[in-house]
């Protein structure tokens, strides 16, 4: 990988910030997850990045995708794949996503309010409902219960309205949150989601035949549960309440985003200003460099996703050469514009690039173009590996 990026600056001159996608890291994750957790048929969450090779990538591999709007929704039907490998996981949509939806053939999505099953009865009545219940996570990294999945009390109402409307319940979903700390709360949403399995039987309404465990998967090496560990647990709990015997019709799905994009992506940016300040707490210099990238673009992920770009035990050995107090700010006019405060690099100038790994996690798709400075719009491809096997 650094290799790569060694020539691409060298043969083009460039100065523009730019992605690499490792291709064979997006091969090895799937079949780690498809290892790990063979029941479950993980369902990309686009959001979390919407690289075009990315989705063609993980498409061939046989991924279903979570879509949560008529813009993802185009990128992955142009793809060509199946409407029953779509599910439009956001609970509260458009009308005229919701139509887009009904267009493409795809049927699945999810809902945690009466308001829209009313919405889905008028724009789309053939859709095949997941109800969405609240299953949090309190530690994850971006908390989402705040804002969706119906409370417990609430849910036998929302059936029961789901059924006067003759709208299809085909199951129910949850989501603990993105970047889950804790390996129970994956657990739990299972034994509570077959609780509502049985809830929706005893109100007469038709065998359920879909169950969606949400998000909050990490790689090894990111923040949050080990993925060993949470498919362990997931494993054990799909078992115990949808055991293989009697509920083998139940078609089990997922919602990464992370596990796939976060470490599959490296950022390669300019250091294009550096200026050396006095600190007069113990006469100690620190040396500032500006890149051009920062907060308002890839590095977002600190504010919203509460990433950590740097780890200063890792840091430390990485260089036989002294080391300085640093700081590295974003290239735009805003002192909000900080991406690293206190870490110790050694000595750059003007024209030497740094790398950031692990940056393909709500980070291009989240970033803006404030004070006039563009998101990096180049993404350039590598297969580190062997062929891959499809």
Known sequence: ???????????????????????????????????????????????????????????????????????????????????????????????????????????????????????????????????????????????????????????????????????????????????????NAFAEGIKAARKLFDMAESLGLPRMTMLDIGGGFVSDGGAGVKFAAAAYEIGNALEEHFPRETMADVRIIGEPGRFFAEEAFSLAVLVFGCRVRRREEGNKTVVEYW??????????????????????????????????????FGPTCDGLDTVLSDVWLPRLQCGDWLVFPRMGAYTKSAGSSFNGFAVPDATFYVHCGAAPEM
């Open 291 to 328: 890149i051009n990238d920062g907060i308002y673009g890839s590095m977002n992920c600190l504010l919203y996703d509460h990433a950590t770009l740097s780890d200063e035990e890792d840091d430390a050995p990485l260089l036989d050469v002294e080391l300085h107090p640093s700081i590295i």
């Open 1 to 183: 990988m650094d290799s790569f990026i060694r020539k691409k600056i060298q043969s083009t001159g460039r100065e523009d910030a730019f992605y690499v996608l490792d291709l064979a890291t997006v091969t090895r994750l799937w079949k780690i997850w498809k290892s790990a957790m063979p029941r479950v048929h993980p369902f990309y969450a686009v959001k979390c990045n919407p690289d075009p090779q990315l989705l063609s990538m993980l498409a061939a591999l046989g991924a279903g995708f979570d879509v949560a709007s008529k813009a993802e929704l185009e990128a992955v039907t142009q793809l060509g794949v199946a409407p029953r490998n779509i599910i439009f996981a956001n609970p509260c949509k458009l009308p005229s996503h919701i139509t887009e939806a009904a267009k493409a053939g795809v049927v699945y999505t999810t809902f945690d309010s009466e308001g829209e099953l009313y919405k889905l009865k008028k724009y789309h009545p053939q859709a095949e409902v997941l109800l969405r219940f609240r299953a949090d996570d309190t530690g994850a990294r971006c908390p989402l219960g705040v804002k969706y999945g119906a409370e417990w009390d609430e849910c036998y109402h929302l059936l029961e309205v789901a059924k006067t409307l003759g709208i299809k319940v085909a199951g129910v979903a949850f989501h603990v949150g993105s970047g889950a700390s804790d390996v």
